[in-house]
């Protein structure tokens, strides 16, 4: 916080980043200093190049600023850190001293963003010696009573998008998928009509609303909301703007970050990302196909962490089967816990195409064992592994059961 980052921050898809680029870039002429704003996550929304020198001072940079200047946040430790200095509550500026046990090795001044009492983000600048008057302070007070305007209208129009994406997602296929859609479409307007695709974080540790991450940290994201997912919890999905259909970088970016910012809160969180579309008439099938890629790559780690459907392979089919499938009555013995290692071997076997060698080699055991082994999951199942229509179902049915 507080960093004079010499690059601009992803605020490509809010409809305000012009207006708080400029903004920033009026607290830094007023103070004299550079200074940056922050949303109340501590995620980088812009700075102000303001620089008497004409360059950067590296004797600024400090490990707290330095990671938040290369992944655009800072960590939950950092941000408990600097909350305790009362910065949530404060309705003016707040000084925080250097600490460099904590990695802050010069003192910031944070001017909280209010909006109607409620502090959505922070305008943060070094504290240098001689620092901004207090007649500075409070005429860059006043500029951040406008970003905090601005900031509150933002959220409002992101949360009328979340209501309407999620009617989309969660409705039924027919009549009343396609109303969601419309009703969706409406709100977009212009940007409804271009290419799309949606990412799906699997599973997202809240379903809290305030603790959904900020759109502006997301490149081209247009809306989000959590949705159930499988049979317990939430995950996170995201319509993303693309510029053409088949050019999936914006998602896979913002699905990298969601899972940086997921992975702090609860491991094991994969995602997925649908193919591309133009307009919005296939964003079910496209939601479909997100959740499903995700599913694949929590079953399958070397598919992800970031899946996209058009690399899933067999689990574009297997993610279609309902969850009864798995239960195979031949194949049900086999998936008790106590053959756990027999139902892995088999899996490996079916993977390397029925050779026992390449078989041996990757589970480490000698081929005495892999055919004992075989012969018991044989005499388990009642399939016959020489037969390919028992291989193909056994296979399917093993992939099948770990999915989540």
Known sequence: MGENAPVKADAASSSHAGDYQELVDEISELLGAPATLENRDFELIAFGAYDSEGELDASALDPVRTRSILTRRSTAAVRTWFEGF??????????????????????????????????????????????PTDAQLAAAMEVTA????????????????????????????GWPRDMAVAELRTALGA????PHTV??????????????????????????????????????AVLVRLRS??????????????????????????????????????????????????????????????????????????TALPPEAAQDPSVRPLLAPAHQELA?????????????????????????????????????????????EDRLLLHMTLKTARLP
């Open 199 to 236: 990412v799906c974080v699997a599973p997202w540790p809240s379903a809290d609303p305030d603790e959904a991450p900020s759109l502006r940290t997301l490149p081209g994201a247009t809306a989000l909301c959590t949705v159930p997912w499988a049979t317990a919890g939430q995950c996170l």
């Open 86 to 131: 009362g910065i949530t509550r404060a309705t003016g500026p707040v000084r925080i001293p250097p600490t460099p046990e904590a990695g802050v090795h010069r003192g910031r001044v944070c001017l909280p963003v209010r909006h109607r009492g409620v502090a959505l983000g922070y305008v943060w600048l070094l504290d240098d010696d001689p620092g």
């Open 245 to 318: 259909a088949d050019t999936l970088t914006p998602a896979t970016s913002a699905a990298a970050r969601l899972l940086e910012r997921a992975a702090e809160a609860a491991p094991g969180v994969a995602a997925g990302v649908a193919a591309g579309r133009s307009g919005l008439a296939g964003l079910g099938a496209a939601w479909e196909e997100a959740s499903a890629s995700a599913r694949a790559a929590l079953a399958e780690p070397r598919l992800g962490p970031v899946a996209r459907w058009a690399s899933v392979g067999p689990y574009r089919l297997l």
């Open 146 to 173: 406008r970003i905090g305007a601005l900031l509150a209208d933002e959220a409002q129009h992101g949360a009328d998008l979340t209501r309407e994406l999620r009617a989309v997602l969660t409705a039924a296929r």
């Open 191 to 194: 940007r409804a009509d271009g």
């Open 344 to 388: 892995r071997t088999a899996e490996v076997y079916l993977d390397c195409a029925g050779q026992a060698g390449r078989t041996a080699a990757e589970l480490g055991i000698h081929r005495q064992t892999l055919y004992y082994r075989l012969a018991r999951v044989e005499q388990l199942t009642g399939l016959n592994l020489d037969d390919g």
